[in-house]
């Protein structure tokens, strides 16, 4: 009788629980099918059906959650919030509404609302460990590392569960390094780790450590405190099943194990024990080539500490004994393990760091060992690349060497089969461009890219049995031959050369429609010739998704906006930062994923690539320039950008610049340092380009708000910032800067429009003398001289608008349309002139727009004569305005039906077959398209773009 009078409150509990489940079955079963309406619908029946009984105040509440969560898939995010907010106070106490809730705050990024519906949940129910998990887990969302202390060290005293002391810990390890990144080391070193060495320490005393997860910590603590000795001391017990009797928590001959004993011996200066240890290791793991480096790292280390020390070591490894090493294993090494060899190559290029003489590697002997491994591996797809950083010491000799080579390849012709000889030849090839790519004749340079074409043709039939999804064997002899001709065009300005090399990949793509560097390489080609729209064609295709939107993204968004394909730049624009939004959204559930599995190590590693996305330079590019696609999409809809695409100069120097540059096959001469200081340029130029245009945002929006209080400091920093990205405009060709970098400079445009100063900015000042003179209406003479000042400001802005047409006309003539050889010069330049009129005529509609807004209704005598007399002063300007943008839409005209592409097709001296001239005129056709398009939409948003003074 007792057992069932306690257990009764328990019973009749669940029982509701299950009573509520089964009464809003059908809107959970909605929900569950992705029938949003549907869920709100019957969860708004039962809420009516139920309203006087019982369980009515649950079943509302837990019908509400399931409301707000249909509400924020249907896009209806104020419904949600409003219940969300409505919610988050009540002591929810089922699981039902819980998780709906927690679905919805997720969506919506609020999370600290579900830390707060979890306390109340936890304060109603205290003894229920799940909730109290899910209330420290909300914490963790919230990266506030203290309350995750204080809820894990709640949870582990009042349930005595091991997992929620290492929670704990770990929330202590997480504050420590949020203080050193902050500058406050001193609080991390001597309070916050010791504390959680000593808890740990406590942990190992009463046997609490089960998992290598808890290990992991424990070494994470050590490690963040310096304890080098003490670290190794844990490895050790770990060894001597000191944590676990039946096993290590680390297995045996564990790899991650190993580098970590060698690091912490490193730090110790044990470099003979860990230059011994990596001996081991490179005959265990021949073909680890990081052993290698690192081994060879220790060495330099211990020979110059010795040397420093003034002594006389005898175990000092010598260059001798480097070479004896990895000949030795070299020899022990299966034929088909690269690292030995490799290793031996390498080691050439350390003698100035081993003090050895000569300190440069020897042509002769880099020249042999080169050979040595073409001959053993010549036939792999890989061997280029593992060559590629050694043959700057062969090209002394170019000529002699490439002899040599052919020789080596020649003579395994017999010993291999159709492919490997033909790969075999392309590495010949690749040889080849990269020795010869300097080279500046034009004749020569020719030839090879003719020989390459010439030998597509007769490898490809090598491949008629490969699938459309695998690369067939000839597409190299095109890649290279591709690279050659843009040099040319580079070299000579021709854009025939380009026009050559768009051919050639829209034929490769016919037989190898996967082959991603052709597809990638051809869309930076046609944006060259300015074929936006072709080019987006093929970026599609690529489907680059996730967080290659963030890596390689700006391949495509470096020139799609610029080259005024508002549509397609509005989809990728969406597509990036629907990735970060749901980046921020589900990044913080990897790292409740591992304090859930114990899995410590990660939790550091999940929280920087979450502030690393975070902090994208792609993401903030892509939403200020989103804001700004915003204003010209339906230049009769006035548009300001809104607040949260604005970014502070502080903050633009934070932010992460996370392309990757190697995506594309490259032959050049760079040296790791040269690219890493193009690299660092171009990221330089990004930042100026972002600050101008969230400066410009900010001058919008305060036009639109009437907030002119500081608009005289952004107009200066406007100005700044354009002549800064301007004064950095590079007069280097198509691809000086290597394929792997955007072709376009972000400010050339802004450079040869001028427009940021001579028509801009005098607007933004005659909307502040406009809304100066609103706010605050005069008459009389005071009166007469500000519109005064008006006039002569707005004769400022006509001229420069005249300034802008003649110079339209000096580069294109009567139309763009008619100019011969158009480019993506051209097609931007174009784009930029319609932006500039479109947001000329948009900060002079916002300035309407808010005047109208503030004398709405009744206004006094001086309002209205201040009213009437702008309006007599500025009405012509208005009408000047709208007259020019008839001018600047007929630079977009056309009436004649193809465009003349004068030199831009012809192909004398290159190899051109049927096939070629067959897809020359689908390119032909393709690319007319594209203009024709592209112009038209210029034309349509200028002609749209109208001042409706009210």
Not at 214 to 226: A, H, K, R, S, V
Request: hydrophobic share 40%.
């Amino acid at each position: 009788v007792v057992v069932c009078l306690l257990c009764k409150p328990i019973m009749s509990k669940q029982d509701d629980g299950a009573t509520i489940d089964r009464k809003l079955r059908t809107a959970i079963e909605a929900i569950e099918s992705g029938r949003w309406p549907k869920a709100v619908q019957f969860a708004n029946q039962t809420m009516k059906k139920e309203k006087n009984t019982k369980l009515s105040p649950r079943i509302n509440a837990t019908a509400k959650a399931l409301k707000a969560m249909a509400f924020v898939k249907m896009g209806k995010s104020e419904d949600a919030e409003a219940i969300i907010e409505e919610l988050k106070n009540t002591a929810l106490e089922d699981e039902i509404a819980l998780q709906a809730l927690t679905s919805a705050c997720k969506d919506l990024g609020k999370f600290k609302e579900i830390a707060e519906m979890y306390e109340n949940a936890v304060k109603a129910n205290p003894g229920k460990e799940e909730l109290a998990s899910h209330h420290f887990m909300a914490f963790v969302r919230l990266q506030d590392y203290k309350r995750q202390q204080q809820v894990a060290m709640g949870m582990f005293k009042r349930f005595g569960h091991s997992p929620y002391l290492f929670w704990a810990v770990m929330s202590i390890v997480m504050q420590a390094k949020e203080a050193v990144a902050s500058g406050n080391g001193k609080l991390a070193k001597a309070m916050l780790l010791p504390l959680a060495e000593r808890m740990v320490r406590k942990a190992v005393d009463e046997k609490r450590i089960k998992t290598a997860g808890c290990l992991d910590l424990f070494l994470i603590i050590l490690d963040m405190q310096e304890k080098f000795k003490e670290a190794l001391e844990v490895l050790q017990n770990d060894t001597d099943k000191v944590y676990r009797e039946e096993r290590p928590l680390y297995p045996p001959g564990f790899v991650s194990t190993d580098r970590r004993r060698i690091t912490y011996m490193r730090k110790q200066g044990q470099l003979d024990n860990v230059i011994e240890t990596y001996k081991t290791m490179i005959s265990k793991e021949p073909d680890e080539w990081s052993n290698y480096i690192s081994f060879l790292e220790c060495v330099v280390e211990s020979n110059s500490k010795n040397s420093a020390d003034g002594g006389e070591n005898t175990s000092a490894v010598s260059f001798q004994d480097c070479v004896a090493l990895f000949e030795s294993n070299a020899a022990k090494a299966d034929a088909h393990i690269r690292g030995p060899r490799l290793a031996i190559l390498e080691l050439q290029t350390w003698r100035s760091r081993l003090n050895t003489e000569p300190k440069e590697p020897e042509a002769n002997k880099m020249s042999e060992l080169i050979l040595e491994y073409i001959d053993a591996f010549g036939s792999k797809p890989c061997c280029y690349q593992d060559i590629a950083a050694y043959l700057k010491y062969v090209e002394a000799s170019a000529q002699e060497f490439l002899s040599k080579v052919k020789d080596v390849i020649n003579g395994n012709k017999e010993k291999m089969d159709e492919v490997k000889n033909n790969q075999a030849q392309i590495l010949l090839r690749e040889i080849e461009s990269r020795l010869s790519f300097g080279t500046d004749d034009i004749n020569e340079v020719c030839e090879r890219a003719n020989s390459l074409l010439s030998c597509y043709t007769e490898v490809l039939p090598l491949g008629n049995k490969l699938l459309d999804t695998e690369i067939q064997f000839a597409d190299p002899y095109i890649i290279m031959s591709v690279h050659m001709l843009v040099k040319l065009a580079d070299n000579t300005g021709e854009s025939r050369y380009l026009w050559r090399g768009i051919i050639a990949l829209e034929r490769l793509l016919k037989s190898s429609p996967s082959n991603a560097q052709a597809r990638l390489l051809l869309v930076k080609l046609y944006m060259i010739i300015g074929a936006v729209c072709k080019a987006w064609d093929h970026w599609e295709v690529c489907d680059v998704k996730q967080i290659q939107l963030d890596t390689i993204g700006y391949i495509a968004s470096d020139h799609l906006h610029a080259l005024g394909d508002v549509e397609s730049s509005e989809k990728l624009y969406a597509q990036t930062l629907n990735f970060f939004k749901a980046a921020a959204r589900e990044m913080p559930e990897y790292i409740v994923n591992a304090y859930h599995n114990g899995t410590f190590g990660k939790v550091d590693e999940f929280t920087k690539f979450q502030k690393r996305l975070a902090c994208s330079l792609q993401r903030a590019m892509s939403l200020c320039d989103s804001e700004h696609l915003l204003c010209i999409m339906d230049p009769e809809d006035t548009y300001a950008p809104a607040s949260h695409a604005v970014f502070s100069k502080e903050e633009i120097e934070k932010l992460s610049d996370n392309r990757d540059f190697d995506i594309m096959d490259t032959w050049t001469h760079d040296s790791k340092e040269a690219k890493e200081e193009k690299q660092k340029s171009n990221s330089t130029t990004r930042r100026q380009w972002l600050l101008y245009r969230t400066l410009l945002a900010q001058c919008l929006r305060a036009v639109s708000d009437g907030a002119i209080d500081d608009m005289e400091t952004l107009l200066t920093q406007l100005g700044e910032a354009a002549a800064e990205g301007i004064k950095g405009v590079s007069s280097d060709k198509c691809f000086a800067d290597g394929i792997s970098f955007p072709r376009r400079d972000l400010f050339s445009s802004t450079q040869w429009c001028s427009h940021h100063d001579s028509l801009l900015i005098p607007c933004f000042k005659l909307a502040q003398q406009i809304i100066a003179l609103v706010n605050a209406p005069c008459r009389g003479e005071d009166l007469s001289n500000k519109t005064s000042q008006m006039k002569s400001q707005a004769k400022v802005i006509t001229d420069g608008i005249d300034g802008l047409l003649h110079k339209c006309e000096e580069s294109w003539g009567k139309s763009l349309y008619y100019k011969s050889d158009i480019n993506n010069d051209d097609i931007e330049r174009g784009f930029t002139v319609t932006e500039c009129y479109i947001q000329i005529v948009l900060i002079i509609q916002l300035c309407i727009n808010f005047c109208n807004e503030k004398q709405k209704g009744n206004i006094n005598k001086v309002a209205r004569q201040t009213r009437n007399a702008m309006n007599e002063e500025l009405g012509p300007f208005y009408k000047e305005i709208n007259e020019r943008g008839g001018k600047f839409a007929d630079l977009f005209t056309f009436e004649k039906e193809s465009f003349s592409f004068s030199g831009g097709l012809s192909f004398e001296g290159l190899t051109f077959d049927e096939e070629d001239a067959k897809i020359s005129e689908d390119v032909k056709l393709a690319v007319e398209n594209s203009y024709r398009d592209i112009l038209t939409g210029f034309r349509k948003r200028i002609s749209q773009a109208r001042i409706r003074p009210s």
